[in-house]
């Protein structure tokens, strides 16, 4: 990683910047300014996450610098990513807003409300947890990878790795797959893992603890 | 300026040295500038790959303890032209060097070479990080095995994390035969789980044993599957538009069976 104050970067989900919260503010809306003077297109309009590593900006320092590239620059802010200390995976502080995850819960018993995005693939060796509430992730869960969730667990992608919900003790939560072939399922003090050689089904699935105080998976009808 | 591509795995006996040796090598025959480095300090057998084992008087470590000068330590290659070799030092160890020691000498060969190689040791420690602190793109060698695809994927997420963005993949050793009757994982099922952009796909290769024990690099045998493969993945690095071509899947049998049928 180089030592720039900020970098703006394009990833497959839109254009990303990157703040090195180490500076103080000042210094990093200057060199904000020298960054967009330096481009040829205004970014007008644009939306943009912001992504920081720990120790993170204070939230006074942070709504400043929001309200800065919203009303100087004319940009969007849709989201904030946090990276672990680790640098091994981000864990997104921005509450879900988008409709997908709205038109989920309906009908379904799933506390989405102040859910965490993930916009990325958890890789082997990487690690999502949040122990605030639900998680969402935009991608796949890959075999070696670990989310842990202190409420529901949506992947909209394929659930290849582990993933722990309900990691306070909650046993209603439940985790959620577009491809449901974890190597092994937590729901609060319960673990359970699919048969050997489980292949994918085609279509969405849906972990809970049933009445047997086993983990059970069904069909997800709701989508 | 050129660029430095690391080429890494996590796992080791996947193909990294033989995957480095005959990219550099179909490089520079396609007439590039390519310089190579063997960031397996203590472990080195890239030249040995290379057949350029007797030719190394210095190493990085010699570069980098200033005891000579960068250009000096560079190996020429015996058959192409504009092809050198950075050795690794065999009697020191990964932590002997640090990574902005090897992203230094990474800087200064990308000015003079179009494309600066460096074949990364096995693992995720000391070595991977000197092997990869230069680098501006990455390729990931695997292959159809779950614990080299699963190691791959720890690998991408790792140079994820060090703002490397630009990963391909080369699939190495697929056996068409043995993906037929299903002892193979195929190619998209790999790609199903690795999820970035494949570059090229090495078909198992039998002549690759003699080559690296003989020291000449595969590419320099015309017409060999392995070598093919490996001439086409150079000129995709270069930016030409070369398609991969499907591997026949198929029987020998129901190959002969869908040509009659087309004749009718």
Redesign the interface.
Known sequence: ??NSIVKL?G?KDGLHLIVNPKISLSEIELAIQELFAKMNQPLTGTSIQIDMRPPVLNPEDFKHLETHLTETYNLVVNGVNIFEES???PILAAPATHSIATDLSQGQNIDLDNAQVVRQ?I????TTRCLSGSVIIYG?V????EVISAGDIVVLG?L?GTAHAGANGGLTSVIVAMELVPLQLQIGSYVNRPPVGQKPRGYPEIARVGAEDIIIVEEFIKF | MGKVIVITSGKGGVGKTTSTANIGTALAMIGKTVAIIDADVGLRNLDVVMGLESRVVFTSMDVIDKRCELEKALVKDRRVEDLMLLAASQRNRKDDIKPEQMKDICERLKEDYEYVLVDSPAGIEQGFHNATAGADEAIIITTPDVSAIRDADRIIGLLQNQGIDFINLILNRLSPTLVRKGNMISKNDVLDILNIDLLGIVPEDTGVIASTNRGVPLVHNDGSPGADAYMRIARRITGQNIPIPEMREDSFFSQIVNWFSRKN
């Open positions: 990683m180089d970067r990833y640098g091994e995976s693939t890789r082997s060796g990487q796949d890959n075999p070696g990878g394929a290849r």
